[in-house]
Each structure stands twice: as C-alpha cells, then as structure tokens.
C-alpha cells in the first residue's frame, strides 16, 4: 500500500487525497515501506552527539560521512 507521510514534521497521514500535510503546510510525499528520518529529527541528533559517530568516535571534520540508523535494525525488532 503506498501512503503520504510528511518530510518537515514526520507525520504519517497514510492514504489521503489531499497534496500538503494538514499539520504544518507541507508538500507530501509518497512511500512504500519504513518511514524515513524526518530532516529536523536528523539534524538533532546529529547535534546531540556533537556531530561524532557513537560508534568510534570519528567526526564529519575529520571527513567521516556521518549516517543516522538504528543500533538495533528495525527488522530485528
């Protein structure tokens, strides 16, 4: 089943006819599967971890690619 869900504010409105999301004013998007990251959830984490990966420690100044996932993959519960 394909659903809207809304990029700005994460909501996920499933299958609406209308274009913008009646929460805050945004386009929708389409998408079938998991949710993604809304942008200012990504960006407080990011922020939160003072932009280093948890892991081991590398930085984006340091010219590490910085990815924001699960520690426990979504599929494995």
């Known amino acids: 089943m394909m659903e809207k869900y809304c990029t700005s504010c994460g909501r996920v ?9 009646p929460y805050c004013g ?4 389409e ?4 949710q993604p990251i809304p942008d200012r959830v ?3 984490v990011f922020k939160r971890d003072g932009y280093r990966c948890r892991e081991c420690g590398a930085s984006r ?11 426990v993959p979504v599929a494995n519960g």
Request: glycine share 10%.
């Open 61 to 71: 100044d340091e010219g590490a690619t910085l990815e924001i996932d699960h520690i």
């Open 42 to 44: 990504r960006h407080e």
């Open 26 to 29: 945004e386009q929708l998007s």
């Open 13 to 21: 409105l499933g299958d609406v006819d209308f274009p913008r999301c």
């Open 31 to 34: 998408r079938e599967g998991k």
